[in-house]
């Protein structure tokens, strides 16, 4: 999608010609114009010059949406690239974001011409280079980054055919900042597998595979990291460096010199030596995590610098005046800064700044000969050019088609995010409209053309001021619907697949279920001589009484990891007994139970009669038309779902999960509004008074457009202000009401109810839930909550149960940054301070209500400059709403409160949390908790503060180190998610199941639920006959088969591949086998594993041909079959041919030395199989 015809027409214009003029001849050019024209007239210089540009944004929001209007203009694929800016502060000890440095040193390989974006098609021709256009703010312009000879110096270029030093270049690599991983997933990283090298460079799409053939490279190939699978072949890579800071290659002599230089007179002994720790791992270069504080002593160049390597480059400055303060003011917090640690004696005197000098910047800024000072505002020498707003229509739809339909063939462009559905009703309106992917000329032909863009504001451009026609109009949201959709931020980071917990990611020492034995402690793997005395790989298992179980690596899939959701550890299970088996008989039964329970409910609603709701009338779509932001794709498909159950004849009972600040309130908001537009009444149910304030107050604002009146029940109301709104929803005045558990008490009644929302149900008593239960059959019910609900368990319950999830978080929320430390009044201090030296708020968390006041005063010792309230649930409600008001408008710096704030509060400002005794709290508390910030594109902070010197137990040190590692989609992720959504599968399904869940792990139980619902759908004829998996058959052909660990050294990676071939189940899953293990670890593959695989081909033809066990022992191989062959013996016997003995359960092959014997094995098994095909046509 892009605008290319529009940049057509403004090359039209004299104006702009005489800027593209003077560029060319190396004056400087200046523009006034109209602040959304801006995006178009860069993208037209950058396309018109031909040549590099950089554009300079005063500030790093502003060049965040200028790269998404650029992106509009020019289209996702062309090479522009973001110039980061850290989010760290100056000298701070915090380590910068690897997206941040990634996205830096991306722009700078482009500026060398060493990194590019593929060409888009129509941009100069296939293979075509295009110069890169570089947006950075003046942030990104101060920090310093790596000096411009030793980037070029550093980068390695590797090409197909020539001579690889692998030892030499790894080393180099670990020098340029590349981390050695087992699985390359993410920019930065590097992998080793024998002759085959992964490695992924800032500036690629896609990671590389290097494969070498004897010391030679074979291939380069892009690979995708989610199946680490070849995705096709390039002849060069560039290697770029993977960290700016790069201590062990820098200007050792310089850094001692600048270590002497400094003073410590301010500073205690333990400053001094943790300051020369740190540089001294620096150098040595064994960490990089606070790199961004010392950055002062090794860098020395900035952005500027690298601009001599592309001389040619243009310069735009969005708003100079603006830039020249941000530089200044830059430099004022830097310098402030840096006195405020000197004078507390964190730092010594003389320290290095990690920023550019400011007045060297903009004197280097001003004598570069391209170019360009774009401003909103007219000034002398500037060209204006003749661009206009644009007419407004904010949703007003008959009057913009009256006005397109005599518009007298002026061009108008509709750049909306309702592209098809603009079309549509344009064309109803009697207006040639046509949906286009690439705008083509603009004015060939009299038709209205509807692109799907997401810009900000729209304009009309004249050739010169006041002459009319316009040249063209170009309308976007802003000017159709009143609002702009906010576009989801470029992904910061790679992202990552979202796995299940799995085997490659067991440790030893970490419990495991095996389905026949039990639940044992994983204990790592060993070489054992098996059956056939060939030597194979095995699991070992620790059971109770100190008993182990040796399971063979092809029986893998009958292992998963534990996870039960509580915080004590099960029993290891005693084999020999009947111990398991009872286990596993109780958590039947429940399953039935909970099973026919559930399948009650659902028969009920089939029969019940509820409301069915007319399709979306124009009110709704206007009202979701105004919704700021762009709906996720699963966000989407959740509202689709809502809304095809309200338009159903039978009551609504669905469910929609999606973690904190994924879109859920929009669904209940939209679904509430359509129920309103049918006539009824909609209660809101929420677990605390704030939350409920907080809907009230995010319902009222979408809604205040329209005849809707919205009421709040809770103990923030007055006594006869509750009556008041009672007495209104009994008269059908109230349209939508929420409030907490006051909502379900017995004297709330209302004239017409048609729809429940209830938040977070799990948080309600018994007897709320039961007056829920009573209505869940006469109205519709939306039930909304943050705690995840396993997929396994949804796939579980299909059918019987409607489930939503939200998966997809919106893109530009950056994972939020959480440190674990011991309490201390310098750390609360620097966590406070920085989040107000940028403009930000902070929730301190003090879970005492005794102590609460004490701590909200030693913090205002601490931070004499922070405006600091109180909130706890124990506090008169006036004061608790005034509280919470305040410091949601902004009137406070700080919050210090109690658990309170952990449902559903949402104040954006808010970017910091400090825990206080975190291990204090349970795994999903300090989850929800943590999810109350990082709800903007700004980096996030939480610290979970632990009493100092303090012996933590296992669980609470093993709960902490859960939560600090689940920042990431990365495997401590999955287990902490895992461990939620157990206790998600409880809150839903109640205490007993979770008895049942922890005594034979999650895995088996779902697998448990699953097959009850599926036996009793079909005993009830709501469903099929269960289809039973026959179990797989028993292969032992006496051969050394494995995957050798010199081939794959890294365990997890060898199980995960175990596992890959445990599952293979199809003739062309076990076609591919070969490919995958040669595109991952080479094409020399051992004969051990050409074994293993052999064995994997012989299992999936003897599970499809009915053969329960194939055995080669003493010169013959042995067939068992599942199923007698009876009168068949001779059919069997044509299909199998000579030689070969057959039984009535048996076939015998002899080995021969006439033809290979796994040759032999292979045919008689195609022979079986077609055997088997033939026997029930036989039979009919």
Not at 310 to 331: K, M, Q, S
Not at 749 to 762: A, Q, R, S, T, Y
Request: negative net charge.
């Amino acid at each position: 999608m892009s605008l290319g015809g529009l940049l057509d027409v403004l090359g039209s214009v004299p104006g702009y010609r005489g800027l593209v003029d003077d560029v060319a001849a190396g004056r400087t050019a200046r523009a006034s114009m109209l602040e959304a024209a801006k995006p178009c007239v860069i993208a037209a210089l950058w396309r018109d010059l031909g040549r590099p540009v950089v554009l300079v944004c005063p500030h790093p929001d502003d060049a965040r949406r200028m790269i998404e209007q650029l992106e509009g203009y020019c289209g996702p694929e062309a090479p522009i690239y973001h110039f980061a800016e850290s989010e760290v502060l100056p000298y701070e000890r915090l380590s910068v974001e690897a997206g941040t440095v990634h996205e830096r040193l991306s722009a700078l390989g482009a500026l060398h011409g060493l990194a590019s974006k593929p060409v888009p098609e129509g941009d100069g021709g296939a293979g075509a280079p295009r110069p890169p256009l570089i947006v950075t703010s003046v942030t990104g312009l101060m920090q310093k980054t790596i000096a411009p000879a030793l980037f070029k110096e550093l980068v390695h270029t590797v090409r197909s055919g020539e001579r690889f030093a692998v030892e030499a270049s790894l080393e180099q690599w670990a020098r340029m900042g590349y981390r050695t991983v087992p699985l390359v997933e993410g920019p930065g990283t590097a992998a080793r597998r024998g002759g085959v090298i992964d490695v992924f460079p800032p500036g690629q799409p896609q990671p590389a595979r290097i494969d070498l053939w004897g010391d030679r490279i074979d291939t380069i190939r892009l690979f995708e990291t989610g199946s680490q699978r070849s995705t096709g072949e390039i002849d060069e890579l560039r290697v770029l460096p993977a960290f700016e800071v790069l201590p062990s290659l820098g200007d050792q002599d310089a850094v001692e010199a600048a270590v002497r230089a400094l003073d410590f007179s301010n500073c205690r002994t333990s400053e001094r030596d943790r300051v020369s720790d740190e540089l001294a791992e620096l150098m040595a270069g064994l960490s990089f995590e606070a790199a961004s504080l010392y950055s002062g002593f090794m860098l020395h160049h900035s952005l500027l610098d690298h601009l001599a390597s592309a001389p040619e480059t243009v310069l735009v400055f969005d708003e100079p005046a603006e830039a020249g303060e941000a530089i200044r003011h830059l430099e004022q917090q830097a310098a402030q800064m840096l006195l405020a640690k000197q004078e507390r004696g964190d730092l010594p005197l003389g320290f290095p700044s990690p920023l550019a000098d400011g007045p060297a910047v903009e004197e280097a800024l001003s004598a570069w000969p391209a170019r360009v000072e774009l401003s909103r505002y007219r000034g002398s020498g500037a060209v204006a050019l003749p661009f206009e707003p644009a007419p407004a229509y904010h949703g007003a739809l008959p009057e913009l088609a009256s006005a397109l339909r005599v518009r007298e063939r002026a061009p108008v462009v509709l750049a909306t995010h309702h592209s098809r559905r603009m079309e549509e009703l344009l064309r109803e309106a009697d207006v040639a409209a046509r949906e286009t992917h690439e705008l083509g000329p603009v004015g060939a032909e009299d038709v209205v053309q509807v692109v799907r863009v997401a810009l900000a504001g729209g304009w009309a451009l004249h050739a010169e001021e006041g002459v009319e026609p316009p040249l063209a109009t170009l309308l976007t949201d802003t000017e159709l619907f009143g609002a702009a959709k906010r576009r989801a931020a470029r992904p910061r980071r790679h992202p990552a697949k979202l796995r299940t917990v799995t085997v490659d990611e067991l440790a030893p020492g970490q419990l495991v279920v095996h389905v026949e034995h039990g639940i044992a402690r994983f204990g790592g793997t060993t070489v054992r001589t098996a059956s056939g005395g060939t030597e194979s790989e095995f699991l070992t298992l620790e059971y109770a009484d100190g008993d182990k179980l040796y399971v063979p690596m092809e029986h893998l899939d009958r292992l998963t990891p534990y996870v039960g959701g509580g915080e004590d550890e099960p029993s290891l299970t005693r084999l020999g007994t009947q111990e398991w088996g009872r286990a596993v008989s109780r958590a039947r039964e429940a399953t039935k139970k909970l099973a026919v329970d559930l399948l009650a409910l659902y028969a009920a609603r089939e029969v019940a009669e509820g409301f069915a709701h007319e399709p979306d009338m124009p009110w709704q779509r206007e009202m979701e038309d105004a919704f700021p932001f762009v709906e996720t794709a699963d966000q989407q498909l959740a509202i689709e779902d809502v809304k095809a159950d309200l338009e159903s004849a039978k009551p609504m009972d669905r469910l929609v999960c999606g973690d904190v600040g994924y879109g859920k309130t929009e669904v209940a908001l939209r679904a509430a509004f359509k129920t309103v537009l049918a006539g009824k009444q909609v209660a809101v149910l929420v677990p605390t008074t704030i939350l409920a304030q907080q809907h009230y107050e995010t319902f009222t604002e979408r809604l205040a457009p329209y005849p809707v009146t919205v009421e709040v029940l809770s103990r923030f109301r007055t006594d006869r202000e509750q009556d008041e709104v009672i007495a209104r929803l009994k008269t059908g005045e109230v349209d939508i009401v929420i409030g907490t558990h006051r909502l379900v008490q017995a004297d709330v009644g209302f004239k017409d109810l048609g729809l429940i929302v209830v938040d977070e149900e799990h948080r309600f008593g018994v007897g709320h839930k039961e007056r829920l239960k009573e209505l869940r059959q006469e109205v519709d019910v939306l039930t909304l909550t943050a705690t995840p609900i396993p997929r396994t368990l949804h796939m579980a319950l299909a059918g019987i149960r409607d489930i939503s999830t939200i998966e997809t978080p919106p893109e530009e929320r950056l994972p939020i940054k959480t440190y674990l430390a011991e309490a201390s009044d310098d750390l609360v201090r620097e966590a406070v301070q920085r989040e107000l030296d940028r403009g930000g708020q902070v929730y301190y968390l003090h879970n005492r209500v005794k102590t609460i006041e004490a701590a909200a005063a030693k913090l205002r010792e601490l931070v004499p400059d922070a405006r600091v309230l109180v909130a706890h649930g124990r506090m008169p409600e006036e004061r608790l709403s005034d509280a919470m008001e305040e410091f949601g408008a902004g009137g406070a710096d700080v919050l210090v409160c109690t658990t309170i704030i952990e449902s559903g509060l949402d104040i954006p400002g808010v970017n910091t949390l400090i825990v206080d005794r975190a291990d204090r709290l349970g795994l999903a508390q300090l989850y929800q908790l943590r999810g109350r910030i990082g709800r903007r594109s700004q980096r996030a902070y939480a610290y979970l503060l632990v009493e100092r010197g303090r012996r933590l137990s296992d669980t609470a040190r093993r709960r902490l180190e859960t939560i600090v590692a689940a920042t990431e989609l990365g495997a401590g992720f999955r287990i902490a998610m895992k461990d939620l959504e157990i206790r998600g599968a409880g809150n839903l399904l109640g205490a007993e199941q979770s008895g049942q869940i922890h005594a034979v792990g999650f895995d088996l139980y779902t697998r448990l639920l699953a097959e009850a619902v599926e036996d009793i759908r079909a005993a009830t004829g709501m469903g099929p006959e269960p289809a039973r998996t026959a179990a797989e058959p028993l292969i032992d052909l006496g051969l050394p088969a494995s995957i050798p660990d010199d081939l794959v050294p890294h365990m997890p990676t060898r199980m995960a591949m175990y596992q890959r071939l445990a599952k293979v189940r199809t003739v062309e899953e076990v076609e591919d086998l070969p490919r995958e293990f040669e595109d991952r670890f080479g094409k020399q593959l051992p004969e051990e594993l050409h074994h293993l695989l052999y064995g994997v081909r012989v299992r999936v033809l003897a599970k499809l041909a009915g053969v329960a066990s194939v055995v080669r022992k003493r010169g013959s191989i042995d067939l068992k079959l599942v199923d007698e062959a009876g009168g068949a013996r001779l059919a069997l016997q044509r299909a199998v041919g000579n030689g070969v003995t057959v039984g009535n359960q048996q076939v015998h092959l002899p080995e021969s030395a006439d033809t290979p014997w796994a040759q032999s094995l292979l045919e008689v098994l195609a022979g079986i199989e077609a055997f088997q095909q033939r026997m029930p046509e036989a039979q009919s």
